[in-house]
């Protein structure tokens, strides 16, 4: 089974607008935001908390993945140092 990589690209990107505009909004930083979802949502869920590592953002609070998977992996570059200091 092949992923939507367009698809869950997509749904990342929404998460990064609604994470922005809650900084702007409500001055909540992304520390302390804690990003989940089940299934597919967990899956994206983690693919924009390793994401934003990648890009050296700061990285959310937390990630819930309940019954989801590590998507389009093939696409992270994520250090060892990274992957174990993000909060999953």
């Given at each position: ?15 990064e ?19 989940g ?52």
């Open positions: 089974v092949k992923d939507d990589k367009e698809g869950k690209i997509k749904a990342a990107i929404q998460i607008e609604t994470v922005e505009k809650l900084e702007k909004e409500m001055d909540i930083p992304p520390s302390r935001i804690v990003v979802g089940f299934s597919q949502g967990g899956a994206v869920a983690l693919l924009t908390a390793y994401h934003r590592r990648t890009e050296g953002k700061v990285p959310f609070a937390g990630c819930v993945c309940l019954s989801g998977w590590l998507t389009l992996k093939e696409d992270l570059n994520v250090t060892e140092e990274v992957a174990k200091s993000t909060p999953l």
